[in-house]
């Protein structure tokens, strides 16, 4: 864990200002961090918006190259450990307080700029990630277009050298 951690206290001396910024911080339950605050994908609860990430899985596949025997079986020699990839699911709700279409496109940028986020969750660094995969169900269309509701899905690719 990180040593960022919040302090539960129930002390007086403790400001509303205080207060309000620990709450805020509470409802953060993660975040996608780009270097530009305005393209920072962040994952909360509030009293005007609800953008959480659902089930978040973590992968990491071998790899294996098979050498064939003549007359016997193929012999697996293991040749290393593809990236670590992160799925994800995310609802997005304009009933959540939440523009669909225009948070989709965020992602999508950062999919296309090749943007080398670091994936918070919490207040802990999961290490830094690339967006691999954004792909959308569009739910709740009305006869004008708008889309109310998109479920989406996104897969992140490790970056195992960030400082390279």
Avoid at 132 to 153: A, P, R, S, T, W
């Amino acid at each position: 864990m990180s040593s960022k951690n919040f302090e539960y206290t129930n002390s007086s001396q403790k400001s509303s200002k205080k207060k309000k910024k620990d709450a805020l911080e509470l409802a953060k339950v993660g975040a996608l961090i780009t270097g530009n605050k305005d393209d920072d994908i962040v994952f909360e609860v509030n009293s005007d918006k609800v953008e959480t990430m659902g089930p978040l899985t973590w992968n990491r596949t071998s790899n294996y190259t098979n050498h064939k025997i003549h007359g016997g079986m193929a012999i697996p020699e293991w040749t290393g450990i593809d990236n670590d990839q992160m799925s994800l699911k995310i609802y997005l709700s304009a009933f959540l307080g939440v523009n669909p279409i225009k948070e989709y496109d965020r992602l999508r940028v950062l999919q296309a700029n090749r943007t080398l986020c670091q994936l918070m969750l919490g207040q802990t660094l999961m290490g830094y990630w690339y967006v691999q995969y954004v792909g959308g169900e569009l739910k709740y269309i009305d006869n004008q277009g708008n889309v109310f509701c998109i479920k989406v899905q996104i897969k992140l690719l490790l970056e195992p050298n960030p400082d390279l």
